[in-house]
Structure formats: structure tokens, C-alpha cells
């Protein structure tokens, strides 16, 4: 059993002096078993619209790819110190996301190396068959460039 988060966003990502890293509010976390196709029932959405994977905008089955997908925002503001998508109103920001033109990390800091920036960028794929498929994945290709 696993869990997905479904609300991943700066505030609920926590780092104590020791440098580990706790993820907290759970408030919207579902339980995941192997062979679940759904999480939430379709068409309610829940999250934080700045954070929010394409597929959870839409009302659609979500799982770990989505978590995978709010990770891959915040990592895009760590390493551009801008958040992908955040003109106008939460509908406008949501909007944005399910399009998914956001500039290439590179192109906003062009000290970031390729591989970092095309990480950032498969992390937020649209079309969740194109991210990371586990977080096990996305933390053997992050593990690089630690």
C-alpha cells in the first residue's frame, strides 16, 4: 500500500536541521494498492491549483503520477526561482497547467545543466504516461545531480 498525496506543494514539504525531509498534511491523501485505477471519485477536484497535475484539474483518475507531476513544480521553483504557471486567477493557473507551455527551466536559468532541466520538464508532462512512472524513478534520475 502506498499513499498518494494529491496536495504536495512547498508548504506541506518540511526540512529539519538534520537536512531530512518530512512531507506533512495528509488532509487530502489517499490510500493507493497495487491495481487501484482510482483515487478520487471523477470529477471532484481537490489540491492547490499551483501544484495541481493536468489529470486532477480535469476531475480524472489520479495516482503517484500526479504527486510525481506537483514535485516536478516545485523542483521547477527551486531551480528557477519562479513558479511555472501563475498568471492570472486559480482558473487561469489551472488552465495553464492542463495546456502545459511552460518555459524550459533552462531558458530561465541558463546555469541549470540540460539533463536537470529535461528532468524538470518530463516531471511535468501533461500526459501522465510521459512523467517519471514512480518516485522511484524520478529519485534515481534526481540522484544525479545531488
Not at 74 to 87: A, D, F, H, N, Q
Amino acid at each position: 500500500v502506498g499513499i498518494v498525496h494529491r496536495d504536495l506543494k512547498p508548504a506541506n514539504v518540511l526540512i529539519n536541521q538534520q537536512a531530512l525531509l518530512k512531507i506533512v498534511d495528509f488532509g487530502v491523501a489517499a490510500a493507493h494498492r497495487e491495481g487501484d485505477t482510482q483515487l478520487t471519485k471523477t470529477g471532484y477536484v481537490i489540491g492547490s491549483p499551483k501544484y495541481m497535475a493536468p489529470e486532477q484539474i480535469l476531475g480524472k483518475k489520479v495516482d503517484e503520477r500526479a504527486d510525481i507531476y506537483a514535485l516536478g513544480v516545485i523542483l521547477y521553483e527551486m531551480v528557477t526561482g519562479v513558479p511555472p504557471y501563475s498568471r492570472g486567477d486559480h482558473m487561469s493557473v489551472m488552465y495553464q497547467h492542463v495546456q502545459g507551455k511552460a518555459r524550459v527551466p533552462q531558458e530561465v536559468n541558463p546555469a541549470l545543466p540540460p539533463g536537470l532541466s529535461d528532468l524538470v520538464m518530463k516531471s511535468m508532462a501533461v500526459d501522465k504516461a510521459k512523467r517519471f512512472q514512480s518516485m522511484d524513478e524520478l529519485r534515481a534520475a534526481l540522484e544525479r545531480y545531488l
